[in-house]
């Protein structure tokens, strides 16, 4: 299997050299400081063409009534699999860039619920940041 891994990009194009959880922490920082409310949705796909799979997770940042902007990380891999392992290679690459970013967000005092994914609810102070 041949891996190849590019940087963080938003939806524009602009590529990020900082790893996902500077630039989560940044954006969360930003964010309130312009007193925005944010929802954060981690998420991932695939497509196959011919031997190659390319898979893209995306870190989605939701202003509540503001709109919203993403940080998009894409891989391609050069091999052959079902498609039920290709959906649980989807399904860990969200799982891994959740855990990444879940300290930066216990560490700006979000609070957790368990459904079928990780929900974040509102953040209850921000004035402990």
């Known amino acids: 299997m041949e891996t190849q891994q590019q940087t963080w990009q938003n939806m524009h194009g602009k590529i990020f050299q ?4 500077q630039l989560v922490e940044k954006a969360i920082i930003r964010e309130l400081a ?5 929802k954060v949705c981690v998420g991932s796909d695939s497509h196959v063409y011919g031997d190659a799979i ?4 995306a870190v989605v940042f939701i202003r509540e009534g503001k709109g919203a902007f993403t940080f998009i990380r ?4 050069i091999q052959s699999i079902s498609i039920k392992e290709r959906m649980l290679n989807e399904v860990n690459k969200s799982v891994e860039i959740a855990y990444a970013i879940c300290s930066v967000l216990m560490l700006m ?7 079928q994914t ?3 609810t509102r953040i209850s102070n921000p004035t402990l940041l």
């Open 18 to 21: 900082d790893s996902i959880t």
């Open 34 to 38: 312009d007193g925005h409310r944010l």
């Open 54 to 57: 390319n898979y893209a997770t």
């Open 74 to 77: 894409k891989e391609r891999e």
């Open 109 to 115: 005092v979000w609070k957790w619920r368990y459904t």
């Open 118 to 120: 990780l929900i974040p």
